[in-house]
T-cell receptor, first 112, second 113 residues
């Protein structure tokens, strides 16, 4: 049972464009939604995270949009750069000490 | 500050051989995790530990054993390696579980022939 569904599997965006990655979850008890970024040959690293009490969180060019009623959240990368080319994972967890559930990942390629 | 260090970085095994993957963290984190990453499958939790001397099963624990004898170390063992265990293994650690950032090592690429 896949609790966090991520799409698309891969994405190609031109430099300067907007990259959008979507995730949907099933468990309404989830209340922490992070995004991790992974470069080739490296481990994932936390990029940005959101809790369900806000609908949007922005850090630089990266924004998480959260829709609690639809049980969906998305990552927007504005002004995408070749250095943003990486694999992105969404995840979800409950606050009460449970493990993160990861999506299957999206490989982003930003062409120059 | 090294963060999370995984040893070895690469390894090739024959079916049936055993080996241990070592993870060490220097951030005094209570929680440690082992994941495997396979193409199109994302990160799947194998085992985790909530503190020294404790371990628990994750999503895909079969064929693996773990030990947390020291707070800073988390070992992942394969007693009898199988080709299905060919993967990239990541160790991570965090202050608490669920809502604190997990800090990942750079992975161990393991091939079972």
């Amino acid at each position: 049972q896949q609790q966090v569904k991520q799409s698309p599997q891969s994405l190609i965006v031109q430099k300067g464009g907007i990259s959008i990655i979507n995730c949907a979850y099933e468990n309404t008890a989830f209340d922490y939604f992070p995004w991790y970024q992974q470069f080739p040959g490296k481990g994932p690293a936390l990029l940005i995270a959101i809790r369900p009490d806000v609908s949007e969180k922005k850090e630089g060019r990266f924004t998480i949009s959260f829709n609690k009623s639809a049980k969906q959240f998305s990552l927007h990368i504005m002004d995408s750069q070749p250095g943003d080319s990486a694999t992105y994972f969404c995840a979800a967890s409950k606050q009460a000490g449970t493990a993160l559930i990861f999506g299957k990942g999206t490989t982003l390629s930003v062409s120059s | 500050n090294a963060g999370v260090t995984q040893t070895p970085k690469f390894r090739v095994l024959k079916t049936g051989q055993s080996m241990t993957l070592l993870c060490a963290q220097d951030m005094n984190h209570e929680y440690m995790y082992w994941y495997r990453q396979d193409p199109g499958m994302g990160l799947r939790l194998i085992h985790y530990s909530v503190g020294e001397g404790t371990t628990a099963k994750g999503e895909v624990p079969d064929g693996y054993n773990v030990s947390r004898l020291k707070k800073q170390n988390f070992l992942l063992g394969l007693e009898s390696a199988a080709p299905s265990q060919t993967s990239v293994y990541f160790c991570a650690s965090s202050y608490s579980m669920g809502t604190q950032p997990q800090h990942f090592g750079d992975g161990t690429r393991l091939s079972i022939l």
